[in-house]
């Protein structure tokens, strides 16, 4: 185990003592924030858009980065004359959305306003909904970054589709549009500060439209190549929880760095320590509209790790039939003895210990010693049982992710399969160390001899049963879930959704 993640040791899933640091943090820090301020959004929101993530695989990573590369060096000037259907297209989208904008945001904010209230307020309203417009048009056209001439066309074209927001509005758009771009196009060969912070709320639309380009892009590759990122779901989820950590620099796209350095956060941490005013400028404001994102992503799914830690168990017996010699003994060694399925061993020794002190809980007899055990214990170990007891019950709600009663057998069907997934991960502990023993017999009189076949086929109908116990377990835990913190209301199982209400409804 590492201390420091490093870009080799993140593509080898090795662990570092900062990233499950990081992992426990997170969960407790959304954990904080639900029992603070009494609210489950930010819980339910993390889990839904989780598997975005999970779901990357090398190919849809590749294909990510090519039409980002393509997009950020197309060098297209944008005219009515040579480009009319991308210029008169921006003008539309960027005026439809910044008129959509002005209108909501008027209705919000300018109803009842009098006098220089009511100038400030249309004033910085028609900026806002201008910058919507930008943003927008950002992210459906050509880059603005490389061509200085392209650039300028972009920033003209909206400005002028921004009639909409009000007289004012367009002076402020065509200025700030056009100086903006001019800045962004050449920052590189040193932009003045003063013009840079002339078109800054455009500039940040226009960073943050780039953005959004970048985050359309990284969920098509990724629904692009659905087989494979479900294969590496594991890999995936694994590298997120124990390998990758804060020294792992975030990317705009995955992969990005290795084709266009400057794009990169160390790129702009150089321009910071070394550039111009002009290029701290532009470094400072687009690191946390590009990067900050991807790093706030990546703890939000390490929080998850509170519902998705199962997912270690998958893996192992996904393989087609007719395994060669190489094939079994690679199946065999990896069952037997490897880190991933030591991280598998640990959860389902998690588990078990979680069944025996829950369930001892729940006997009366017991419940009196450990009372009496408890007031003896060290103020030190006092609080720390104060805190476990805290969020215990914060998570009270859910309890039957967590909570197992085998007295009453008040056992929810996904808490079965979690149950028996750690009874199989027990099993092939066992069973794997028996077929190890067994091959290596056999080797002695044939150096060349593979496991049994017999045995390689219970090792495999183990690890696929296993394999469907999460598959079942997941799907339940996150419907119970989703009902325990009122994110679906019980009243709308109706339909094809009956089923899950009548699955979860009891244990509400």
Same mark, same amino acid.
């Given at each position: 185990?590492?201390?420091?993640?490093?870009?080799?040791?993140?593509?080898?899933?090795?662990? %570092?003592?900062?990233?499950?640091?990081?992992?426990?943090?997170?969960?407790?820090?959304?954990?904080?924030?639900?029992?603070?301020?009494?609210?489950?959004? /930010?819980?339910?929101?993390?889990?839904?858009?989780?598997?975005?993530?999970?779901?990357?695989?090398?190919?849809?990573?590749?294909?990510?980065?090519?039409?980002?590369?393509?997009?950020?060096?197309? +060098?297209?000037?944008?005219?009515? *004359?040579? %480009?009319?259907?991308?210029?008169?297209?921006?003008? #539309?989208?960027?005026?439809?959305?910044?008129?959509?904008?002005?209108?909501?945001?008027?209705? %919000?904010?300018?109803?009842?306003?009098?006098?220089?209230?009511?100038?400030?307020?249309?004033?910085?309203?028609?900026?806002?909904?201008?910058?919507?417009?930008?943003?927008?048009?950002?992210?459906?056209?050509?880059?603005?970054?490389?061509?200085?001439?392209?650039?300028? @066309?972009?920033?003209?074209?909206?400005?002028?589709?921004?009639?909409?927001?009000?007289?004012?509005?367009?002076?402020?758009?065509?200025?700030?549009?056009?100086?903006?771009?001019?800045?962004?196009?050449?920052?590189?060969?040193?932009?003045?500060?003063?013009?840079?912070?002339?078109?800054?709320?455009?500039?940040?639309?226009?960073?943050?439209?780039?953005?959004? &380009?970048?985050?359309?892009?990284?969920? #098509?590759?990724?629904?692009?190549?659905?087989?494979?990122?479900?294969? +590496?779901?594991?890999?995936?989820?694994? &590298?997120?929880?124990?390998?990758?950590?804060?020294?792992?620099?975030?990317?705009?796209?995955?992969?990005?760095?290795?084709?266009?350095?400057?794009?990169?956060?160390?790129?702009?941490?150089?321009?910071? &320590?070394?550039?111009?005013?002009?290029?701290?400028?532009?470094?400072?404001?687009?690191?946390?509209?590009?990067?900050?994102?991807?790093?706030?992503?990546?703890?939000?799914?390490?929080?998850?790790?509170?519902?998705?830690?199962?997912?270690?168990?998958?893996?192992?017996?996904?393989?087609?039939?007719?395994?060669?010699?190489?094939?079994?003994?690679?199946?065999?060694?990896?069952? /037997?003895?490897?880190?991933? +399925?030591?991280?598998?061993?640990?959860?389902?020794?998690?588990?078990?210990?979680?069944?025996?002190? %829950?369930?001892?809980?729940?006997?009366?007899?017991?419940?009196?010693?450990?009372?009496?055990?408890?007031?003896?214990?060290?103020?030190?170990?006092?609080?720390?049982?104060?805190?476990?007891?805290?969020?215990?019950?914060?998570?009270?709600?859910?309890?039957?992710?967590?909570?197992?009663?085998?007295?009453?057998?008040?056992?929810?069907?996904?808490?079965?399969?979690? #149950?028996?997934?750690?009874?199989?991960?027990?099993?092939?502990?066992?069973?794997?160390?028996?077929?190890?023993?067994?091959? *290596?017999?056999?080797?002695?009189?044939?150096?060349? @001899?593979?496991?049994?076949?017999? /045995?390689?086929?219970?090792?495999?109908?183990?690890? &696929?049963?296993?394999?469907?116990?999460?598959?079942?377990?997941?799907?339940?835990?996150?419907?119970?879930?989703?009902?325990?913190? *009122?994110?679906?209301?019980?009243?709308?199982?109706?339909?094809?959704?009956?089923?899950?209400?009548?699955?979860?409804?009891?244990?509400?």
């Amino acid at each position: 185990m590492r201390l420091l993640s490093t870009p080799e040791s993140v593509a080898d899933n090795q662990p %570092t003592v900062l990233a499950i640091v990081e992992t426990v943090l997170a969960v407790a820090i959304y954990w904080g924030v639900a029992w603070a301020f009494d609210t489950h959004w /930010h819980l339910l929101v993390s889990i839904s858009v989780a598997p975005l993530l999970l779901l990357r695989s090398k190919e849809s990573t590749a294909l990510g980065v090519r039409w980002f590369v393509a997009y950020w060096k197309e +060098e297209t000037e944008i005219t009515r *004359e040579d %480009t009319p259907g991308r210029f008169w297209g921006l003008v #539309l989208l960027a005026g439809g959305i910044s008129g959509v904008c002005f209108y909501g945001l008027a209705d %919000t904010l300018l109803v009842g306003q009098v006098g220089w209230a009511l100038f400030f307020r249309a004033f910085g309203v028609g900026v806002l909904a201008s910058m919507m417009g930008v943003m927008a048009a950002a992210a459906v056209a050509v880059a603005v970054a490389v061509p200085a001439a392209g650039a300028l @066309a972009l920033a003209a074209a909206l400005a002028g589709a921004l009639a909409g927001a009000g007289a004012l509005a367009v002076a402020v758009a065509v200025v700030g549009a056009v100086v903006g771009a001019g800045a962004v196009a050449v920052a590189g060969a040193g932009a003045g500060a003063g013009a840079v912070l002339l078109g800054l709320p455009f500039w940040v639309s226009l960073a943050a439209g780039i953005w959004l &380009r970048s985050l359309g892009m990284r969920i #098509l590759a990724t629904l692009f190549h659905p087989v494979r990122g479900i294969k +590496e779901l594991p890999a995936n989820w694994r &590298r997120m929880l124990l390998a990758m950590d804060s020294a792992h620099a975030p990317e705009l796209v995955p992969g990005l760095s290795a084709k266009i350095e400057g794009l990169s956060l160390p790129g702009f941490v150089e321009d910071i &320590r070394a550039g111009d005013w002009g290029e701290r400028l532009v470094a400072i404001l687009l690191i946390p509209i590009w990067f900050l994102p991807g790093l706030l992503y990546r703890w939000s799914l390490k929080s998850t790790c509170w519902l998705y830690l199962p997912l270690i168990y998958l893996g192992g017996g996904l393989r087609r039939r007719g395994l060669t010699p190489e094939g079994k003994g690679l199946l065999v060694m990896g069952l /037997h003895k490897s880190h991933v +399925e030591g991280l598998r061993r640990a959860l389902a020794m998690g588990v078990a210990v979680s069944l025996v002190i %829950t369930t001892a809980v729940h006997y009366s007899p017991l419940q009196a010693a450990i009372e009496q055990s408890l007031a003896q214990f060290p103020a030190a170990l006092k609080f720390l049982l104060w805190l476990v007891g805290l969020l215990t019950e914060s998570a009270s709600n859910l309890a039957y992710l967590w909570r197992f009663n085998l007295i009453g057998l008040d056992i929810a069907p996904w808490q079965w399969l979690n #149950l028996l997934g750690a009874a199989l991960t027990f099993i092939l502990y066992f069973y794997s160390d028996r077929v190890h023993r067994a091959w *290596e017999l056999a080797q002695k009189p044939d150096a060349t @001899a593979a496991p049994s076949d017999v /045995h390689v086929g219970r090792l495999l109908m183990l690890t &696929r049963l296993r394999n469907l116990c999460v598959s079942l377990y997941l799907p339940l835990a996150f419907g119970y879930v989703a009902l325990a913190l *009122e994110g679906i209301d019980p009243a709308a199982l109706t339909g094809w959704l009956a089923p899950l209400g009548v699955l979860v409804g009891p244990y509400l």
